[in-house]
Antibody, heavy 116, light 107 residues
Framework: EVQLVETGGGLIQPGGSLRLSCVAS????????MSWVRQAPGKGLEWVST???????HYADSLRGRFSISRDNSKNMLSLHMNNLTAEDTAVYYC??????????WGQGTVVTVSS | EIVLTQSPATLSFYPGETATLSCRAS??????LAWYQQKPGQAPRLLIY???HRDTGIPARFSGSGSGTDFTLTISSLEPEDFAVYYC?????????FGGGTKVEIK
């Protein structure tokens, strides 16, 4: 079964850092575009970052420099490192297959809450 | 950045009616336009990719059309499970962008 499972969300203080992970099953992350998409409470979908090919990455302009996407092919896992978090980063973070293609497989999401 | 505008934000229908949702892009994104459905508490689901291609398992009552900057998602004969929020998304240029969404609600 093709599946994505995210972990790593939680409550973090402003200025803190967090690492989200996403384990894939039924396909390889190395052979696909892989992305993170987030959704703030009550808001729409916002693309965050995509990784593909020989570690080519793209980021939303507003997040460049604070967020870093990576993948571990040996663990079939995608990660998102987030630094200097603010309240505006509070959201459900989804891992998704796609980016260069449409997003055809989504995880269930992991909740990140930035608050003191 | 390509801006996708979905309007109106909310549409109301009776079950069995046909819904037509609009997505307008600030520049040409053909053919790289997709549509997603999202229900409360769930992850989005891909319905349509590359303007008009239904994803695997998507019922035939969902169809996509359009070109250039104007696109439409049509849901024929709305079923109770179709009442949800729908987003369009472009992959023509980086950064990838989503429309603001249209909520299809029961009248």
């Amino acid at each position: 079964e093709v599946q994505l499972v995210e972990t790593g969300g939680g409550l973090i203080q402003p200025g803190g850092s967090l690492r989200l992970s996403c384990v894939a099953s039924g396909f390889t992350v190395s052979g696909n575009y892989m992305s993170w998409v987030r959704q703030a409470p009550g808001k729409g979908l916002e693309w965050v970052s995509t990784i593909y090919s020989t570690e080519i990455t793209h980021y939303a302009d507003s997040l460049r420099g604070r967020f870093s996407i990576s993948r571990d092919n040996s663990k079939n896992m995608l990660s998102l490192h987030m630094n200097n978090l603010t309240a505006e980063d509070t959201a459900v973070y989804y891992c998704a297959r796609g980016g260069g293609d449409a997003f055809d497989v989504w995880g269930q999401g992991t909740v990140v809450t930035v608050s003191s | 950045e390509i801006v996708l505008t979905q309007s109106p934000a909310t549409l109301s229908f009776y079950p069995g009616e046909t819904a037509t949702l609009s997505c307008r892009a600030s520049q040409n994104v053909s053919p790289y336009l997709a549509w997603y459905q999202q229900k409360p508490g769930q992850a989005p689901r891909l319905l349509i990719y590359d303007v008009s291609h239904r994803d695997t398992g998507i019922p035939a009552r969902f169809s996509g059309s359009g070109s250039g900057t104007d696109f439409t998602l049509t849901i024929s004969s709305l079923e109770p499970e179709d009442f949800a929020v729908y987003y369009c998304q472009q992959r023509s240029n980086w950064p990838l962008t989503f429309g603001g969404g249209t909520k299809v609600e029961i009248k």
